[in-house]
């Protein structure tokens, strides 16, 4: 599975969009783009994932770039409720193990 | 459905003690897994189950570690002899397939003292 690299921390203010970057440039063709949140103290939460086209779902947006070398994670409206760590995970279709980095400390602020 | 359940949810025990997890998964799904996560890191992960069968077990795995899934449903993992080391959360989560996204549960942590 592609490495992934994430910026350690981020702050966004209550109510504005939280753009999460993700570089995964030597993600292979069959690499699923998985996004992952884990509030403190509980299990993560699965939020969204993509392939090659952009996703949204209720809880957020994924942008891939063309060249799938990097992603996006958009949370439209950040609440203080985001407050969380966010995972990028490149999985291979048909595989089972994700491989967790450290992810990106977000802090929305009020 | 009530999603991944994890019992219980926090564990204190005397170093060299023996610990039992327990993981209810998400009814029908038939793979499970297990990770274990330490303060500061992402979650690592530790074994795997396809219904009944434990198709991989990571190195991080000592012997000291087992799990098991008996009839494909619930799954448990125990520690013998625990060590300082094994503190940590530990992390089930099911699917219900290779390429549907997996759901975890709350965690159980555990404390060696």
């Known amino acids: 599975d592609a490495k992934t690299t994430q910026p350690p921390s981020m702050d966004c203010a209550e109510g504005r969009a939280a753009n999460l970057p993700c570089n995964h440039s030597t993600i292979s063709g069959n690499e699923y783009v998985y996004w992952y949140r884990q509030i403190h103290s509980q299990g993560p939460q699965y939020i969204i994932h993509?392939?090659?086209n952009n996703e949204t779902n209720e809880m957020a947006s994924l942008i891939i770039t063309e060249d799938r070398k990097s992603s996006t994670l958009i949370l439209p409206h950040a609440t203080l409720r985001d407050t969380a760590v966010y995972y990028c995970?490149?999985?291979?279709?048909?595989?089972?193990?994700?491989?967790f980095g450290t992810g990106t400390r977000l802090k929305v602020l009020a | 459905d009530t999603g991944v359940s994890q019992d219980p949810r926090h564990k204190i025990t005397k170093r060299g003690q023996n610990v039992t997890f327990r993981c209810d998964p998400i009814s029908e799904h038939n793979r499970l897994y297990w990770y274990r996560q330490t303060l500061g890191q992402g979650p690592e992960f530790l074994t795997y189950?396809?219904?009944?069968?434990?198709?991989?077990k990571s190195r991080l795995l000592s012997d000291r570690f087992s799990a098991e899934r008996p009839k494909g449903s619930f799954s448990t993992l125990e520690i013998q002899r625990t060590e300082q080391g094994d503190s940590a959360m530990y992390l089930c989560?099911?699917?219900?397939?290779?390429?549907?996204?997996?759901?975890f549960g709350q965690g159980t942590r555990l404390t060696v003292v």
């Open positions: 989560a099911s699917s219900l397939g290779a390429n549907t996204e997996a759901f």
């Open positions: 189950f396809q219904n009944e069968a434990q198709l991989e």
């Open positions: 995970i490149a999985k291979a279709r048909g595989t089972y193990k994700y491989i």
């Open positions: 993509g392939l090659k």
